[in-house]
């Protein structure tokens, strides 16, 4: 992939039911348009992550639709709603096999084929803190997971009773109730490790990269402190995670790892080896501070920089036009994907849907041309080498006057390669910004006049150079929430 490489992720199931309806016929992975395909390419998607390929869970799909706060929001989202569209959550995964409702394998392994011909990479799911509920290793393998005799009487929820009489315990974030259709793993099992390195070995065969749930869960001292009243084997010297990275590696090194990670773990978890970790310190400051807050996270360590998955949408968090409102989502958009890192996009953030439903749910496809509009025409623009070639930096800029503070609500960063020079500037604000553009490290080109375009309005100007380095530099003024992307060339 390239640098700051672009990564959209698809719902598997709403994919298939897209085409399967358009085409009027049962549609596999083997199946999906090619014109769709050349399309992620168009827009400059270096990945697609296919979200819930694996063969899902019976008792996962029984217990959402049963739900009583699935139902309950469904309810108010969506009144009309029908039970029947409710299904398994897509992390309590019953086994590592291909959906055969999918096409199973073969039909997976076509669409990476097509994928990959047109440069654009593949990647799938992994959770290994736990797996559904039913998974039938509970059977083969019950010693993968955590299990009691006896219960107290306050673990009931936590744990659920085998067949035989024997209790394992639900997996669960320590800050949250646990999830009730899924089994906890034993990750102090050295059998265990040795069961998800095995799996983890064989989707390095059937895809380019894997998007890890959770990871925080899986690191040692949160699962001790998590777990450590249910535990009998001792905790391990080392991680799970640098030996599997490294094991996998060594086979394929451009294989990607990607960290869910959360609670400030995200450089810890870099170490380890993921090749990028979302950022969700970045999400939360877009979302809650203003632009001086923002562009303080942006100040941290390069290297952690450029190896964090940038967002403002995926599955777990509100549509942005509804977290963020229309006008500040799309300056969200621009802070969020013009800085360096890799960059996620969901689909349902592309077509502009307002509603985030639990991901049992499988709604129809809600589309806003307003907001496709914005994407085609933003993603045209940081498709552009610069912005995956170039070097990143923040950039300074002047008030007007001694008695405009507005500029303090401006973020500013530009991007060098080359002759190419990308100026970006975002009033993160809903009131009028004013400063001033100080261009006083152009090169010189021995001309009086420099040529630049408005990326985004596509408006083309000449100027003299000699405006941009006097007096402060070019008076420039943004509406609130309005982006330009100024690009030169020398």
Known sequence: MRKNPHILEVNAQLWLNKFSKELGKKITLADVPQSYLEEIKYFGFDALWLMGVWQQSPKSAEIARNHPDILNYLAKVKPDFDKKDIGPSLYAIYDYKVNPDFGGEAALLSLKKRLNALGVKLILDFAGNHMSCDTPYLKTNPEYFISKTNIRPEDEGAFFKDPNGKYFAHGRDPHFYSWSDTAQLNLFNPKTREFLLDILKYLSTICDGLRCDMVMLMLNKIFAETWKAYLDTPQPQDEFWPNAIREIKEKNNYFTFLAEVYWGLDWEVQEMGFDYTYDKTLYDRLLLSNAQDIQGHLNAEHLYQKRSLRFISNHDEEMPIKAFGEAKSRAAAAACYTIEGARLFTLKQIY??????????????????????????????????????????????????????????????????????????????????????????????????????????????????????????LPVSLKPFETRIYSFEF
């Open 352 to 473: 502009g849907a307002t509603v985030r439903y639990p991901i049992q749910y499988i709604p129809k496809e809600e589309r806003n041309s307003k907001v496709v509009a914005f994407y085609e025409n933003f993603l045209r623009v940081i498709n552009d080498p610069c912005f995956h070639g170039g070097q990143w930096s923040l950039k300074p800029i002047n008030a007007i006057n001694k008695d405009d503070g507005s500029y303090k609500n401006i973020l500013a960063w530009l991007w060098w390669q080359s002759t190419c020079c990308k100026f970006v500037f975002i009033n993160y604000s809903d009131k009028p910004a004013n400063f001033k553009i100080n261009a006083d490290k152009f090169p010189k080109t021995g001309k009086e006049q420099i040529r630049f375009t408005e990326e985004l309005s596509h408006i083309t100007k000449e100027l003299p150079i000699s405006v941009f380095k006097q007096d402060g530099g």
